[in-house]
């Protein structure tokens, strides 16, 4: 889904095959903080667009109940992300599963999800391939499941810094099609399809993080 994209810190594997994102880095005990004030206990948690397998691996190790399983369109990704969690033990990590979350039918194959992680995907794609995205996750979702979505979103449809309109910019730049989607259409997408808006929480470096539940 962005592998045209000439994105800021585009990871390099070491031997093992692992890779580290800066970004990923930054935003992760934030991340972790957020999921963990809302995750069940026990149960199937999914993270769609792993990328290097840096999130998924910090939240399966505070979060051991959950059985952790990663997805990535990219071979490279899946291989970092697999790299992480033998290098970290967490036997609770599935393999990294390739997965196109853009693509409209995923969730009949991946359901029941009790949690579902989203992190810096929505604004590298166009508004009907998010839209698909929202959609099947809330059709993935267990009834009582959570789905946190974060990542850097408009407000009432403007940036909240120079550094986002930048981005924003540099983004619709390499193809009009993408760029930042307003905080008020992620909501109105997902109470569409019957999930209820349990927190927004403003995180790190002016992005945003939703938290939803399934009724």
């Not at 508004?127 to 990542?151: H, M």
Request: charged residues 20%; hydrophobic residues 45%; negative net charge.
């Amino acid at each position: 889904m962005t592998g045209s994209l000439r994105l800021p810190d585009a990871p390099v594997p070491a031997e093992d095959g692992r890779m580290s994102a800066p970004s990923a880095l930054r935003n992760r005990a934030a991340i972790v903080e957020l999921v963990a004030r809302h995750a069940p206990e026990a149960g199937r948690a999914l993270e769609i667009a792993s990328g290097t397998g840096e999130h998924v691996v910090a939240l399966a190790a505070a979060l051991p109940g959950l059985r952790w399983h990663p997805t990535d369109i990219d071979a490279q990704r899946r291989r970092s992300i697999d790299a992480w969690a033998a290098a970290e033990g967490l036997t609770h990590v599935a393999p990294a599963d390739d997965l196109n979350a853009a693509n409209p039918g995923w969730s009949s194959s991946e359901a029941p999800a009790d949690l579902i992680v989203l992190v810096n995907l929505l604004h590298l794609i166009p508004e009907s391939a998010a839209k698909t995205v929202l959609t099947e996750i809330a059709g993935c979702l267990a009834p009582g499941g959570v789905a946190v979505i974060y990542g850097p979103f408009l407000r009432n449809g403007e940036a909240t810094s120079e550094g986002d309109r930048a981005f924003d910019a540099s983004l619709r730049a390499q193809d009009s099609a993408i760029g930042y989607k307003d905080a008020a259409w992620v909501r109105e997408c997902m109470t569409t399809h019957g999930l209820s808006s349990i927190e927004d929480c403003e995180m790190p470096a002016n992005n945003l993080a939703f938290v939803f539940r399934k009724l």
